[in-house]
């Protein structure tokens, strides 16, 4: 299973950006999605998931009500839209797919350990 992302890109504050993240190898139904984020001189930090099926979503608390998360099966492409992009949502994004297994109540993860391949990230850059 591999990840690639792209779209990350330079826009000024208020502005918008959508990352996809292509998964090859692997079939798209079976693994939970994450997006990750790490800022300069900061830790890696979750930004938001999405379960195998890509109906349930959740994210942290700074991105809420401005990022979404979306996938299409048909294309293997898992989506992190965002909007209203503040200088602190500066940082190199990741994507990751988590095999499982999940539960009803933990449908995918908001912290890094369950997730078992990671893509390269694409560098998100929020200035005027």
């Known amino acids: 299973l591999q990840l690639v992302e792209s779209g990350g890109g330079s826009v000024q504050p208020g502005g918008s950006l959508r990352l996809s993240c292509i998964v090859t190898e692997f079939t798209m139904d079976y693994y939970a999605i994450g997006w990750f984020r790490q800022g300069p001189g900061k830790e890696r930090e979750a930004v938001g998931c999405a379960n195998d099926i890509g109906d349930v979503t959740r994210f942290v608390d700074s991105v809420k009500g401005r990022f979404t998360i979306s996938r299409d099966h048909t294309s293997s492409t898992a989506y992190l839209q965002m909007n209203n992009l503040k200088p602190e949502d500066t940082g190199v994004y990741f994507c990751?797919?988590?095999?499982?297994?999940?539960?009803?109540?933990?449908?995918?993860?908001?912290?890094?350990?369950?997730?078992?391949?990671w893509g390269q990230g694409t560098q998100v850059t929020v200035a005027q």
């Open positions: 990751a797919a988590d095999l499982g297994p999940w539960t009803v109540q933990a449908p995918c993860a908001t912290d890094s350990g369950p997730y078992d391949y």
